[in-house]
């Protein structure tokens, strides 16, 4: 029988090593939340935070318990726009990129704009 990494010992392993591979994984938590995909979004941050700065760092920062922190990502979790936004932020400062979103104007001329959960923007970053 063949012996296997845990997950998330390997996603752990992999960021440590690649910084792009972090970089792409804080990325698609991001557009995942943007493209309305929360759950999604939820599990792929709570992953980078765990193996990145630690939700004990990150509640040092955001003045709110590690548990809070760690049920707001969790599978039950609803976190406020502004939790969020503040995790984010500190997140790129970490990292030391910054995502901007932009907007795909020529998609919305060809036909009617019809809001949709499922919306997909670009999230570009740049490194700082």
């Known amino acids: 029988m063949a012996l296997t990494r845990d997950f998330k010992e ?3 392993a992999r960021v440590k090593r690649d910084p792009g591979f972090r970089e792409a994984l ?3 938590g991001i557009e995942n ?3 309305g ?3 999604t979004g939820k599990i792929i941050l709570r992953d980078f935070i765990n193996a990145t700065v630690g939700f004990t760092k990150l509640s040092d920062v955001t003045h709110r318990s590690a548990k ?3 049920r707001m990502l969790g599978p039950r979790g609803n976190p406020h726009a502004r939790n969020l936004f503040e995790i984010v ?3 790129q400062r970490a990292e030391g990129v910054r995502f901007e979103v932009r907007s795909s104007r020529a998609a919305l001329r060809r036909k009617k704009f019809r809001p949709s959960p499922r919306f997909r923007g670009r999230v570009k970053s740049r490194t700082l």
């Open 37 to 39: 995909d929360v759950e």
């Open 33 to 35: 939340f943007l493209s």
């Open 89 to 91: 932020a500190y997140l």
């Open 68 to 70: 809070s922190l760690m």
């Open 26 to 28: 804080l990325r698609e």
């Open 10 to 12: 390997t996603i752990r």
